[in-house]
Nanobody, 114 residues
Framework: QVQLVESGGGLVQAGGSLRLSCAAS????????MGWYRQAPGKQRELVAR???????MYEDFVKGRFTISRDNAKNTVYLQMNSLKPEDTAVYYC????????WGQGTQGTVSL
């Protein structure tokens, strides 16, 4: 099965930016929808954004206008550009299909300070 490896997290100040990457070990071209999810401490994992195979995107209201999801099927990689970050965006970020049928990766920690 396809394995997912997330990277690009880090520590930034509020208002800053991070660009996350999710590299798949196999082809994602057959996966109709890929998504980015996040899990904050003490909270359940939640969907953040999704991207279809042809590039159509949808965002949850709490990131709309600030985050941009994209995918490069040739590189088997999904990206999440996060701008205007807020402390409440602090979480471990994961990618997966939608619905989530792939094994979860280890995620990448994004921390936003005041």
């Amino acid at each position: 099965q396809v394995q997912l490896v997330e990277s690009g997290g880090g520590l930034v100040q509020a208002g800053g930016s991070l660009r996350l990457s999710c590299a798949a070990s196999g082809s994602i071209v057959s996966i109709l929808v890929m998504g980015w999810y996040r899990q904050a401490p003490g909270k359940q994992r939640e969907l953040v954004a999704r991207c279809t195979r042809d590039g159509s995107t949808m965002y949850e209201d709490f990131v709309k206008g600030r985050f941009t999801i994209s995918r490069d099927n040739a590189k088997n990689t999904v990206y999440l550009q996060m701008n205007s970050l807020k402390p409440e965006d602090t979480a471990v970020y994961y990618c997966n299909s939608l619905p989530t049928v792939l094994n979860w990766g280890q995620g990448t920690q994004g921390t936003v300070s005041l």
